[in-house]
Every structure is written in structure tokens, then in C-alpha cells.
């Protein structure tokens, strides 16, 4: 039976071939890390651009500049001002002009990389700017949060456990995290990776091969992972909310 959360999204009109691909998750989790990765890896054979979003700063273009992985003008910073949610999902003006001015600076590039700021668990990127997504995790955040769920853990292109050398040290059991992560998601792929263990970064190379090969040939039908269920966090009373689209926060 089709998961009514789940909404497919028509694929990217004709003509258009830029794979866009997002990177969300908690913070710290290896975001930025993973896309200079890919950079590294990729950029020799893939035409690559990469924008990134800060809420107040430029902090990871700047970081991803001075790893030299990719040509310092094809990085663009989106300083969001707001929590990345809103950024990628509610209102993805500021991201949809970077990554269009890039595809256009640039022509013809496969592979424009967007990754979110950090957040919690919930952020996902809207279909409206973005083709594929991962969701990023990490083992110092916790053997458990697999388990958690939300629509990147449960839904997202691909689920990525990330530093898995750190797991000896913080007591997580990897083997354990990824399968908690598999049942979660319904069959679809998770990864354990390590940016110094070279076969898991050539699986996530393999993985961006075979959705850029999809997209490029139609394949690929881009999938909305959905918003964050309905909630509200924070001390009873405190009613100074702000709106996220279909669902309402309030601190
Ligand atoms: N041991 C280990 N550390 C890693 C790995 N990947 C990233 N890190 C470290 O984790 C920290 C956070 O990495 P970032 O790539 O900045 O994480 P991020 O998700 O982009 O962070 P925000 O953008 O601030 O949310 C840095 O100190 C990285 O060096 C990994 O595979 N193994
Ligand atoms: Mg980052």
C-alpha cells in the first residue's frame, strides 16, 4: 500500500539535467563534511556547485572553500535568518535564486549539492528545490535516534550514519543503529560512513551515481518526505509562536 505521508512529485521538466541534491540533518552531524567528500570524489567527474545555509553566518562555504575541493565560486552562502526549516522548505526563495544563478553562471553542471543548516530531526528539504535528499545522522548523537523516526529518518533519498569511527568511543553499536534505521524506513537505504573509511565513502559515491543516472534519464521521480507532525515545545504558557507552513512552533 502507498504511504499517503509520502507524496511523488513530478520529475524535473525536460531540458533541465542539474541533479540538485540535499543534505539536511542535526547539527554537527558531518554535513558539510560529506559534501566536501563528495566534492572531493566527484568533482573531477561531475560538473559540481555546492550552496550551503548559515542562519547568521557563512561559516561552512567558508569551510568548504578553504578545504579546496571545488573552485571557491561555485560555493554560494545563504544566510537564512531564520530556522532552517523555513529556509528549505517555506520559503526556498533564497535557495532557489542560488542554486538557479549557479546553474546558470556555470552551465551545463550536473550536480548542484544544498546543504540545510543544522537542526533537530524534523527539517526536510521541500521537492520544490531540491530532486534527492540525504538525511544525516551521526553515532556521537546517540545509538537510539534511528529509532526516533521523522520524515528524513524515515523518508529521506537516503539515510547516512555518519562518523562510524567514532562508534567505539561513544558505545554505539553501528551494525545495530543501521538496522533499528532500516526497519524505519521501509527498504529504503541507509549507510554507515566514515570520511576515513574509503568503502563507505565509495558506496555514497555509488549511491549519487546511480540517482544522478535516474535523474538524467527520467527515472528519478523526486519524493516529498512531508513536514513535521503538528507540535508545540517549550515551557507551558510561552505562547510567542512562530509559523512553519502547515504546522505551528511554539516557544
Ligand atoms: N571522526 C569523524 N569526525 C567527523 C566525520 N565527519 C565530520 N566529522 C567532524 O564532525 C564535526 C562536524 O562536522 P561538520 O561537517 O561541520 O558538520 P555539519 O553537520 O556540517 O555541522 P553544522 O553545519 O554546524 O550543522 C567536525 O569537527 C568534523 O571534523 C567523520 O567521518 N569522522
Ligand atoms: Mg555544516
Same mark, same amino acid.
Given at each position: $500500500? !502507498?504511504?499517503p505521508t509520502v507524496s511523488p512529485v513530478s520529475p524535473a521538466p525536460p531540458g533541465r539535467r542539474t541533479l540538485r541534491l540535499g543534505v539536511a540533518g542535526? *547539527?554537527?552531524?558531518?554535513?558539510?563534511?560529506?559534501?566536501?567528500?563528495?566534492?572531493?570524489? !566527484? #568533482?573531477?567527474?561531475?560538473? $559540481?556547485?555546492?550552496?550551503?545555509?548559515?542562519?547568521y553566518t557563512d561559516e561552512d562555504a567558508r569551510f568548504l572553500r578553504s578545504a579546496g575541493v571545488l573552485a571557491a565560486e561555485r560555493i554560494r552562502?545563504?544566510?537564512?535568518?531564520?530556522?532552517?526549516h523555513t529556509a528549505i522548505r517555506d520559503d526556498i526563495t533564497a535557495n532557489l535564486d542560488a542554486v538557479e544563478?549557479?546553474?546558470?553562471?556555470?552551465?551545463p553542471l550536473d550536480l548542484v549539492l544544498?546543504?540545510?543548516?543544522?537542526?533537530?530531526?524534523?527539517?526536510?528539504? #521541500?521537492?520544490?528545490l531540491i530532486d534527492a535528499q540525504i538525511f544525516c545522522l551521526d553515532v556521537a548523537g546517540g545509538g537510539d535516534v534511528a529509532r526516533k523516526g521523522g520524515p528524513g529518518i524515515g523518508r529521506a533519498d537516503l539515510l547516512v550514519v555518519n562518523k #562510524?569511527? !567514532?562508534?567505539?568511543? *561513544?558505545?554505539?553499536? *553501528?551494525?545495530? $543503529? *543501521?538496522?533499528d534505521a532500516e526497519k524505519a524506513r521501509d527498504g529504503r537505504p541507509v549507510l554507515a560512513l566514515s570520511r576515513s573509511d574509503a568503502a563507505s565513502v565509495a558506496e555514497l559515491c555509488a549511491w549519487v551515481r546511480g540517482v544522478l543516472a535516474e535523474h538524467v534519464d527520467g527515472r528519478?521521480?523526486?519524493?516529498?518526505?512531508?513536514p $513535521?507532525?503538528?507540535h508545540s515545545h517549550g515551557p507551558a504558557g510561552h505562547d510567542h509562536g512562530h509559523e512553519h507552513g502547515p504546522h505551528t512552533h511554539v516557544h
Open positions: $500500500m !502507498l504511504d542535526p *547539527v554537527g552531524t558531518g554535513k558539510s563534511s560529506l559534501i566536501a567528500t563528495l566534492c572531493r570524489e !566527484l #568533482s573531477g567527474e561531475f560538473a $559540481m556547485a555546492v550552496v550551503t545555509n548559515d542562519i552562502a545563504v544566510e537564512t535568518g531564520a530556522c532552517p544563478d549557479l546553474e546558470e553562471e556555470f552551465a544544498v546543504e540545510s543548516g543544522g537542526d533537530n530531526l524534523t527539517a526536510t528539504f #521541500s521537492p520544490a #562510524s569511527d !567514532l562508534a567505539p568511543y *561513544v558505545g554505539v553499536d *553501528v551494525g545495530r $543503529m *543501521v538496522a528519478h521521480v523526486p519524493q516529498d518526505p512531508g $513535521m507532525a503538528p
